[in-house]
């Protein structure tokens, strides 16, 4: 059979687009397929929108703090629209690197419109049938809007609608207290806003290891950010202005009003148009697609990659994963994802940031021997910047080496790829002994953990020999 592409890839976010350049710099026909904007996601309602923001929340709070830097400086009035309008030139700014433009300039075919699946070679795409020999599903995911009674008759925000607000909330109540919730509704405490959040759990960051919740609370509880815990939503009334969501806490019902809502209780897939049960691509109980780690899904010439399937919904996990695909699909070869190596940062003041195996993960697999943790606030240059809320832990498999880590602090998602580094080179906890760090710096928090490690495993009987020996 001959076909119209080698791939035609639905879903233009950092997953497709990955997908795109690398399938045509190898020389492939390939089309792409988007039904919004050009970036997803990431570009439009995620990653880039939010961390612009949270640039000004964060900015916002060290003024407010100004006094303790020995100054006295007051946030004046916060004028949302225009902190929205540097969010959306940030966007504007890096739009043309994802830009249909730019990608028909690779030589890519880029339709923009709503595609249906009718087989697994053949796409409908704006009253045209094109045929490809591999398809590559890339569409992402979309905030999961829980039935919650009432939800559908007030209005309420999601992560696609919150960057046009004009106005400070005077109340954001957020329902979720995932890492969006978090982000973003830290995010508005600084600005000013009174901010509640309202999470089913009984303590925030489950993901990460246990010391993460105890400092951040204590963060949450400082920032003024009100946190609603093994809070369950029963339903929501109101008008536009004041809502109200009803809650049952410790057995007991509780309203807890506000101007703005917004809902951040997880993520669906956007499979939609995929037609996944006709050409009989598996999909996991929460309808996320499943794939081998090749990234090929139950139909042999389909591959998936990104938020749509499901784990560790990252942009870097969506370009690693697209990285898969496109010697696969094109070559039949060309390696196997992995998640043992995953890092994630959640953009709070101050970063969680994580790589590898948290704790209970390796316990849970047999594979924990040990682990080293160092307070932040004795490293001296957390002190002169008075950075003091966090730590790094790392975890250790056999031998000593490290295989997880986990660090709270301003930069911690700057510094983590050192534990990447250490952990894809089985380095152990001893190894940043040696290295020479730059004085002061946060990164000296590694080679405090170094020194502490050499000392414990520096035994009695060895000192005693020294002493025998040398002294
Ligand atoms: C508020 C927020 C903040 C975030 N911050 C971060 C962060 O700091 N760091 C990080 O790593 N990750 C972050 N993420 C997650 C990140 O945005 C996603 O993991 C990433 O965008 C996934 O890429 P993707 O290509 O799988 O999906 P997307 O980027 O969503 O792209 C999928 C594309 O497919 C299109 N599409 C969907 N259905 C169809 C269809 N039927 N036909 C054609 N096109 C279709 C969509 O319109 C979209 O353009 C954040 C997410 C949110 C919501």
Redesign the pocket.
């Known amino acids: 059979m001959k076909y119209d592409y080698h791939i035609i890839i639905?879903?233009?976010?950092?997953?497709?687009l990955t997908v795109a350049s690398g399938a045509s710099g190898l020389g492939a026909k390939v089309a792409l397929?988007?039904?919004?904007?050009?970036?997803?996601?990431?570009l439009n309602?995620?990653?880039v929108p939010?961390?612009a923001f949270l640039r000004t929340a964060h900015l916002a709070k060290d003024i407010t703090n100004s006094r303790e830097f020995a100054l006295d400086a007051k946030l004046g009035e916060v004028d949302l629209k225009k902190v929205m309008l540097r969010v959306k030139n940030v966007i504007a700014e890096i739009e043309p690197h994802d830009s249909k433009e730019r990608f028909e300039g690779l030589g890519v075919k880029v339709f923009l419109g709503?595609?249906e699946v009718i087989d697994n070679y053949t796409v409908k795409i704006n009253d045209q049938q094109i045929t490809g020999k591999k398809l590559v599903f890339?569409?992402?995911?979309t905030?999961r809007i829980p039935a919650i009674p009432g939800l559908d008759k007030v209005s309420f925000l999601t992560?696609q609608t919150i960057f046009d607000l004009e106005k400070l909330p005077e109340h954001l109540v957020i329902i979720g207290g995932g890492?969006?919730g978090l982000?973003?509704g830290q995010g508005f405490r600084h600005l000013g806003s009174k901010v509640t959040i309202i999470d089913q759990n009984d303590h925030l960051f489950p993901k990460d290891d246990a010391e993460v919740w105890d400092v951040m609370k204590q963060v949450f509880a400082k920032d003024g950010v009100e946190l609603c815990l093994e809070c369950k939503v029963k339903s929501i009334s109101g008008k536009d202005d004041l809502k109200s969501v009803i809650v049952e806490m410790n057995g007991e019902d509780k309203a807890i009003s506000g101007d703005a809502l917004l809902v951040s209780a997880g993520r669906i897939p956007?499979t939609?148009?995929?037609s996944l049960e006709k050409i009989g691509v598996e999909t996991n109980n929460r309808g996320y697609i499943q794939t081998n780690k090749k990234m090929q899904t139950s139909v042999k010439n389909i591959f998936a990659?990104?938020?749509?399937t499901g784990p560790f919904?990252?942009?870097?996990?969506?370009g690693y994963q697209a990285g898969k695909v496109v010697p696969n699909a094109i070559l039949g070869f060309g390696g196997k994802s992995s998640y043992t190596m995953v890092p994630w940062?959640t953009?709070t003041k101050p970063e969680v940031a994580h790589i590898g195996y948290t704790q209970p993960w390796a316990e849970q697999l047999g594979i924990y021997r040990d682990s080293m943790s160092f307070p932040l606030e004795e490293i001296d240059r957390a002190k002169t910047d008075n950075d003091r809320d966090g730590f790094l832990k790392l975890i250790l498999g056999k031998k000593g080496k490290i295989i997880g880590a986990t660090m709270v602090g301003e930069k911690a998602g700057e510094m983590i790829p050192l534990a990447s580094l250490a952990i894809a080179k089985g380095m152990k906890a001893s190894a940043f002994a040696s290295f020479i760090f730059s004085y002061p710096t946060q990164a000296e928090i590694f080679q405090r953990i170094s020194f502490n490690y050499l000392k414990r495993s520096f035994k009695d009987w060895m000192k005693n020999l020294i002493k025998k020996i040398f002294l």
């Open positions: 639905i879903g233009a976010g950092s997953a497709g397929i988007e039904n919004r904007k050009m970036g997803g996601d990431c309602y995620g990653c939010s961390k709503e595609p890339a569409t992402g995911s905030a992560n890492p969006i982000e973003l956007n939609k148009g995929l990659a990104g938020d749509v919904q990252f942009t870097h996990m969506a940062t953009y």
